[in-house]
């Protein structure tokens, strides 16, 4: 039965509720004032049901797709207006004995080099990313008892947390680790964590247990409730996706919707973050094996109905996809993106030979992070560096009040603006700089609390006396 408030993964998703659902989209696909009527109550930008959601997704009437666009594109005006936050992945490790079949880290390849940083690594590692620019990671593992366990992870934490180098530091460390007790969550809360990332791969428990034949992964009801242990651990802030190609989009996507239904429900607060990334080649492993594959155009469309379904939530697309496809879906609603990106073992000190092959998946946006922040702003868009919520105890439900009632952006605005400022003095290029100049001078004239536009400004030009890290 299905119950969104339970804590049973199989009660929260439920199949029977998934398909009943995906029957009445398809029936309405065409119910235009259906359609009309759903428009309007996702117009009040609080979201729409996962039977809602699916619908829109499904709608095959031009003139609506095209207001479903259009809605996207005010939702993520209204809750994040021009700002995209910057963040790299680091990869600690690629042991791991789970059997994932879409991952080159599953235990049986054999011919992939299996690299564990050791922490003198990390401060290369963090260093090099420092140098870009960085001040937010989302740290990265296979899942090893041996290898990697909890105190490994905690250690690098701290050592990442400890590095200041120049004027570089990481001010905010997500985690993207395999499922784990809550005894292990608290510790990671403890360490003090931005955001723990679970993907869920896919919400389908047959395709589940059939792509992760072996090891601990394999129990679908242990990963699935996953974040309500986090959060029982007291982790504010969860991050969720899917990764689309393998398994039905639309399952996915209703499954994505009432997963945040339910942590809404349950802890009053829905994901922190929705990432969207798509199945890509790497080694031992072929995209085309996986027959649900999305072409861009749908990618896009499930961009636009996940902002419409959850306005408030962080959108998030990695370097997995072409700058041609980030450039569509980030006016759709995507909030964060990965720039100059290495997905191998080290790969931020020494870009690994073709032959070594430790890279989790290839990357289609090869560009530097200063070509990503300056084609951003080229766009209209201000590349942020913020990472003041956690620091200023901004999280779990005290970060989603503001957020919904819009008063966030109070902060996230000049905060934005004050991080660029940094990034140009200490890390841009000429040309980077020269627009970046210009864009902070014009987006000052947006902020109109004449007290936060003095204070702004004044940070703004202590940045370029030398001093850092003013945050609202
Ligand atoms: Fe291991 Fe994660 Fe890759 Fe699965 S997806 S094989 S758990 S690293
Ligand atoms: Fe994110 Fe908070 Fe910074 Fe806004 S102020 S960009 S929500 S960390």
């Known amino acids: ?96 004995v789970n059997g994932c079949e879409y991952c080159p880290y599953h235990a049986k390849n054999k011919h992939i080099r299996r690299v564990k940083l050791t922490q003198e690594q990390i401060v290369a590692e963090v260093t090099a990313l420092q140098d870009m620019g960085h001040k937010r990671l989302a740290i990265e593992s296979g899942e090893d008892p041996v290898n990697n366990p909890i105190e490994y992870i905690l250690e690098c934490i701290k050592t990442i947390y400890s590095i200041k180098h120049k004027n570089g530091a990481i001010r905010r460390v997500n985690v993207n680790i395999a499922a784990t007790t809550v005894e292990n969550y608290k510790k990671l809360a403890d360490a003090g964590i931005g955001t723990y990332i679970l993907f869920q791969e896919t919400y389908n428990k047959e395709s589940y247990e059939k792509l992760h034949p072996t090891g601990p992964k394999h129990d ?155 084609w951003l702003m080229r766009l209209n868009y201000i590349p942020s560096f913020c990472t003041a919520c956690y620091r200023e105890g901004r999280t779990g439900d005290r970060f989603m009040t503001l957020l919904k009632s819009k008063q966030i952006i109070n902060c996230c605005h000049p905060n934005a603006l004050m991080t660029l400022k940094e990034y140009l003095e200490d890390y841009a290029s000429e040309d980077t700089k020269m627009i970046g100049e210009e864009l902070i001078k014009k987006e000052l004239l947006k902020i109109t609390n004449p007290k936060v536009l003095e204070k702004a400004t004044e940070y703004i030009d202590n940045i370029h006396l030398g001093k850092r890290d003013f945050r609202f």
Do not use: W
């Not at 809602?52 to 809605?71: G, M, P, S, T, W």
């Open 1 to 96: 039965m299905y119950n969104v408030k339970s804590m049973k993964a199989e009660e929260f998703i439920n199949d029977e509720e998934i398909k009943r659902c995906l029957a009445y989209a398809e029936k309405n696909k065409s119910n235009r004032e259906l359609i009309d009527s759903i428009l309007e109550k996702a117009r009040k930008m609080k979201g729409v049901s996962h039977e809602e959601a699916l619908v829109l997704l499904d709608c095959d009437l031009e003139d609506k797709n095209q207001e479903i666009y259009a809605l996207a594109r005010e939702i993520k005006e209204e809750f994040y207006g021009n700002r995209i936050v910057m963040f790299a992945p680091l990869y600690l490790s690629n042991y791991c």
């Open 220 to 374: 679908y009801a242990y990963h699935t409730e996953a974040m309500d242990r986090a959060m029982e651990g007291g982790i504010d802030d969860v991050g969720l996706g899917v990764l689309y190609g393998l398994n039905n989009y639309r399952y996915d996507f209703a499954g994505i919707i009432m997963h945040a239904e339910h942590l809404e429900a349950v802890h009053g607060v829905g994901p922190h973050t929705i990432s969207v990334p798509r199945v890509r080649r790497a080694d031992d492993i072929d995209p085309d094996v996986f027959d649900n594959g999305i072409s861009d155009d749908l990618f896009a469309k499930l961009v636009a109905c996940i902002r419409i379904a959850v306005p408030y939530t962080g959108m998030i697309v990695s370097t997995r996809e072409s700058k041609e496809c980030r450039e569509r879906v980030l006016s759709l609603g995507i909030s964060q993106i990965s720039g100059g990106s290495r997905t191998s073992v080290g790969g931020y000190v020494e870009e690994e030979a073709e032959e070594d092959n430790s890279a989790q998946f290839d990357v289609s946006d090869r560009r530097t992070l200063d070509e990503v922040v300056n």
